[in-house]
């Protein structure tokens, strides 16, 4: 059995770790052996620090988060240093340990520093780089040392290519999303009541909670809210449930295994502009109504 190490985060939102569940959903019953690597812990404290600030950083300093944003995309190579310098020793050991035939890597800041690391190495592991960004992806994806990288659009292909990355090196392969989730080709009927599904719509606390005091004055419908890992809005929610000033009909959710049941259940969706979601709420043919965006940094994904 060929075994495949794919390199994620954990806590830099959910759109790495969905992408890496999907893509092991796709090759297990293929007879591979996955093992995903949260690759922000090899950096040590600096690395988990990194992890950790990431959502803080969006909500409460959206500036700073812009800055770093911006230096990413002027100065990748740096990045790339960066990030190789840190995490070399223990991804060696992590290497040692797996022995993986293959690495795909679902985050971008872990696409040329860990190609660096294999050919300095003098390790012949073919390193898959599979862009996770629908629209104008960040400078650090961009890695022609690859073996192969898989775009979600045709568009991003003629980028790369005029970027200088070998045609026969990319491949068009859509948006890896969950087979759990019912591709439906027929609208779906309201029979009775409503069914409004709130996914964290906002990366903002406040505005999240005014989103959910706003739908649950609506009548005639079903409401169900998933905060996922964002615990400081769940705890917030079901406080605020249990004190009155949010209808009890209203089901509060923290992070849930069964989103596909939400999504094949719901007819619209409140979320913000994250990729993964809004590409698997049409996928359900769930209407879906984006609420929020990563300011200056998902503009395009609207």
């Given amino acids: 059995m060929k075994k495949v190490m794919i390199i994620m985060s954990e806590r830099t939102g959910t759109g790495h770790k969905s992408a890496a569940n999907a893509i092991t959903k796709k090759l297990e019953p293929l007879g591979y052996v996955v093992e995903q690597l949260d690759a922000f812990p090899l950096m040590g404290r600096k690395g988990v620090w990194m992890e950790d600030v990431y959502i803080p950083l969006t909500i409460k300093a959206p500036n ?8 990413e995309q002027s100065f990748p190579n740096s990045i790339h240093s960066t ?99 019912v591709t439906r080709k027929e609208p779906k009927e309201i029979k009775d009541k409503t069914n409004i599904l709130l996914v964290n719509p906002s990366v903002y606390l406040k505005k999240n909670i005014k ?27 079901t406080k605020m449930q249990e ?3 949010i209808s009890k009909d209203v ?33 359900s043919v769930t209407a879906v109504v984006v609420t929020g965006h990563i300011k200056r940094t998902r503009e395009p994904q609207l």
């Fill in 211 to 237: 989103y959910v005091k706003e739908v649950s004055r609506i009548e005639n419908a079903n409401i169900d809210v998933i905060c996922g890992r964002d615990e400081n809005l769940y705890k917030k929610l």
């Fill in 64 to 71: 700073i988060y812009y800055a770093s944003y911006k230096f």
């Fill in 83 to 181: 990030m190789k310098r840190y995490m070399k020793k223990a991804f060696l050991k992590k290497l040692e340990e797996l022995k993986p035939d293959i690495i795909i890597t679902v985050h971008s800041m872990f696409t040329k520093a860990v190609s660096d690391i294999l050919k300095k190495s003098n390790m012949s592991i073919p390193l898959y780089v599979a862009v996770v960004d629908l629209v104008k992806p960040p400078a650090v994806w961009f890695n022609k040392d690859a073996t192969m990288t898989f775009v979600p659009t045709e568009e991003i292909k003629e980028d790369y290519i005029k970027k200088g990355m070998p045609e026969e090196k990319i491949i068009v392969y859509g948006f890896p999303t969950r087979d759990d989730i």
């Fill in 251 to 283: 089901k509060i959710h923290s992070f849930v295994t069964n989103m596909h049941e939400f999504l094949n259940n719901s007819h619209i969706i409140l979320t913000k502009a994250g990729p993964n979601m809004m590409i698997e709420a049409l996928k």
């Fill in 243 to 245: 004190e009155g000033q």
